[in-house]
């Protein structure tokens, strides 16, 4: 599933996952995966951790490597787009280091570098991962993230989508 990703948005996936690995190995523990997600703000354990790295761990290795990386960040995102109802809070109050991840991954999602996620990028995107919808489905599920009313989604507003739960 990792190939619905553009080389930049590829690369910058590689930023953060360098930054979720913390001791440089090139694959990603349970542990740092916990670390990384409470600094998104997700709360979990390392049982979990060790549950989710098995989901997308293809080789049996216990440790989450690049691509596999990816697959989980096409699946997160995937989920996101279709439950945006499970908003939780506005993105406010995340440490510099969260907002700077949050920042990344929006800036590689909009393609064309607009400054928004707009319902063509979504439509391609979700082409990508297998699904289709129509322009009147990704109208309505921006509608539900679209606090301005502009009919695309902003910086702030993914962060509000992405701190979800």
Do not use: W
Not at 63 to 71: A, G, H
Not at 91 to 112: C, H, I, P, Q, Y
């Amino acid at each position: 599933m990792a190939e619905v990703f553009s080389p930049e948005q590829v690369e910058k996936f590689k930023v953060i996952f360098d930054q979720f690995d913390q001791n440089g190995d090139g694959d990603i523990s349970a542990k740092e995966l916990k670390g990384a997600l409470k600094l998104l703000g997700q709360k979990t354990d390392t049982k979990s951790c060790k549950k989710m790295i098995k989901a997308y761990d293809k080789n049996n290795t216990k440790r989450m490597e690049f691509k596999e990386f990816l697959d989980m960040m096409a699946n997160v995102f995937q989920y996101h787009l279709s439950h945006p109802e499970s908003q939780r809070n506005n993105g406010e109050g995340l440490d510099a280091a969260t907002n700077k991840k949050m920042e990344d991954l929006f800036d590689s999602l909009d393609v064309d570098d607009s400054g928004f996620i707009d319902p063509e990028e979504i439509i391609k995107l979700t082409e990508k991962l297998g699904e289709k919808m129509t322009i009147e489905e990704v109208q309505e599920l921006i509608k539900q993230v679209d606090k301005d009313g502009d009919g695309r989604v902003n910086k702030d507003e993914f962060k509000r989508l992405m701190c979800s739960k």
